[in-house]
């Protein structure tokens, strides 16, 4: 049966020889595990067929210009075990369960057409030239009845893209990317989202927090999945090298295929695409500063097109109520990327992704009206998302005050976010002790300052706060950065049972499940609060 592979070679459309086709052969029992399930799926190439793409074929580090992508297989993996798997997400594509390790073997998936994007990025504010995928690789997408959503391999080994890295991902980050995107998805917030995780038998070797002490580390793959994983700095690599023949391409590929009602032929469309991207953007972020989610590394090129959170890497969860931490130690220094400053670094990022449409514009200055949406959405958002966390209904002016009083108190002391607006949600009269298991020093609570909050609060709401949308806005159960810790540790000596557990748990992270309250409806552990992995981590993964 001929393949896009196989179609491609006949045609000769690029120089590969028999070394390619042993590659590819070889490389596809990567999916030993996925095999007989992959094979059930109909595969597009939209992103190959309508950008250009490198000509050069496989792994070797190298600047690919004028390209969106580059062909390239993933590595076989010595021993691959699947270790968890999202049946949520394999629902949706109609994929059951692999049945224990399938071991297929060497057979190519009719259509599917693996590679790797071509991106840049702003990263930590300064323009860091071509990253690109450097250990994802995509296997296609995949048309389903409704949607069509592309399946990417995350840890699969080198690209043209991996410049000096190794192109693997290792256990603890992979467990970290899975139960985050898919209990993220659970709470409602935009997120690209896992199917499965593999662990690849074999050893990667990482120094965790770049302080000279590399170690062995248990190798694995996520396979993830989105509607795309363009981003923000897959169009500013072109505008940056002044090649805007492609990024014209690009642009018109994306909203062909992503944003269908909108049409970039004028300077008013390519303003209203870009605003709707603004809005997605700014839906996700106040998402994120509703349920306490610190991504960490909010560059450009983790910046999704679709407004996704995407590329989980040292991120967190505010325990402590503290606008000004971030859990990524490579940020340590200025902190640029910590919860409080998130809606802003939103808009910083933005104003890269409209910058880089500036080539394609008549009249520049009409970019203006897109970053101008963002504040304008962001704004309302967050006002919104106060109304619900606090039950208020609608949101009034004379609001603001109450919730820039409370933002001060949870500062007072070490106070629990998730807890504190959790048990908020159900206390009967306006009194603090009611919510004294969110207060980390249980005898310094600041009662008074608390309880004439807590008054006018109950006055605002007459008594009554809107306790369902109360509920929906502020959930019982997130990953606390010590959850995934716990989960890690086990998995690292073969129990995945935590990851199971959490996994499940966080599927209704709205509900009571008083059966794992005493478990994960808890503040930060003593021996977390120090431990790398809980209040450390880096962007080594
Ligand atoms: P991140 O900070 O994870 O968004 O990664 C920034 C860039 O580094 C991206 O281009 C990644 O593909 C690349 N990268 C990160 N880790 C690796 C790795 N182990 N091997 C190859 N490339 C990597
Ligand atoms: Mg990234």
């Known amino acids: 049966m001929l393949n896009r592979f196989s179609k491609n070679i006949l045609v000769s459309k690029f120089n590969i020889g028999k070394y390619f086709y042993i590659h590819i052969f070889k490389s596809l029992t990567l999916f030993l595990i996925l095999m007989g399930t992959f094979e059930s799926l109909e595969w597009l190439s939209r992103f190959l067929d309508e950008t250009p793409g490198d000509l050069e074929v496989g792994g070797s580090s190298r600047q690919v210009p004028n390209a969106c992508w580059s062909r390239v297989s993933p590595t076989l993996p010595p021993d691959p075990k699947l270790m968890l798997w999202s049946q949520e997400m394999a629902s949706i594509l109609h994929l059951d369960r692999p049945d224990g390790v399938i071991l297929g073997g ?3 998936i009719e259509g599917m057409d693996s590679y790797a994007q071509r991106y840049g990025g702003h990263q930590f504010g300064n323009w860091a030239n071509q990253l690109g995928d450097g250990r994802a690789i995509t296997l296609g997408e995949v048309k389903l009845d409704n949607e069509v959503l592309e399946l990417q391999l ?7 893209y991996s410049r000096f890295a190794d192109g693997k991902a290792v256990l603890r980050s992979s467990i970290r990317e899975f139960l985050c995107s898919e209990a993220m998805h659970h709470l409602g917030v935009p997120t690209t989202r896992a199917l499965s995780l593999v662990t690849t038998g074999e050893k990667v070797l990482r120094d965790m927090m770049y302080d000279g002490n590399p170690a062995l580390e248990t190798g694995a793959v996520v396979c ?9 700095g897959s169009f500013q690599i072109h505008t940056i090298m002044q090649d805007y023949t492609t990024l014209k391409t690009l642009v018109e590929h994306t909203v062909r295929t992503h944003y269908p009602e909108h049409s970039v ?13 603004a809005e997605q953007t700014a839906i996700m972020i106040s998402h994120w500063m509703r349920v306490g989610f610190v991504h960490g590394v909010m560059n450009t090129d983790n910046m999704s097109i679709h407004g996704l959170t995407i590329d989980y890497g040292p991120y967190g969860w505010l325990e402590d109520y503290n606008p000004g931490w971030t859990p990524n130690t490579t940020d340590a220094a200025t902190r640029r990327y910590r919860y409080g400053q998130q809606p802003k670094i939103g808009a910083w990022n933005l104003a890269r992704l409209c910058e880089s449409m500036v080539p394609l514009m008549d009249d520049p200055n009409l970019l203006h009206g897109a970053l101008e949406a963002y504040t304008q959405s962001y704004g309302r958002l967050q006002n919104d998302m106060w109304a619900a966390k606090l039950g208020l209904g609608e949101f009034i002016d004379s ?3 109450l919730i820039v009083e409370l933002n001060a108190l949870l500062q007072e002391v070490e106070t629990d976010m998730t807890i504190f ?4 949600c159900s206390i009967e009269e306006p009194e603090i002790d009611l919510l004294s298991d969110a207060f980390y020093d249980s005898e310094n609570i600041p009662t008074e300052l608390w309880n004439t909050w807590l008054d006018k609060w109950w006055t605002r709401v007459e008594g009554t706060p809107k306790r369902q ?5 502020n959930p019982k159960y997130v990953l606390r950065n010590w959850m995934a810790q716990l989960a890690i540790d086990a998995a690292e000596s073969g129990d995945f049972s935590i990851c199971e557990e ?3 748990v966080l599927k209704n992270p709205y509900e009571e499940q008083v059966e794992f309250e005493e478990k994960w409806f808890q503040k930060r552990p003593e021996w977390a609060r120090h431990r790398v992995g809980c209040s450390m981590l880096s962007c080594s993964s």
């Open 106 to 108: 060497g057979e190519i």
């Open 154 to 160: 995350k840890g699969s080994g080198i690209t043209p």
């Open 224 to 232: 993830r999945v989105a509607p795309s994983f363009i981003r923000f």
């Open 265 to 277: 032929s004028s300077d008013t469309g390519i303003v209203k695409w870009l605003t709707h991207i």
């Open 399 to 401: 609001d603001e005050s």
């Open 421 to 424: 607006f959790r048990l908020l």
């Open 469 to 473: 949308e109360m509920i929906n806005a």
């Open 502 to 504: 959490l996994y499940l």
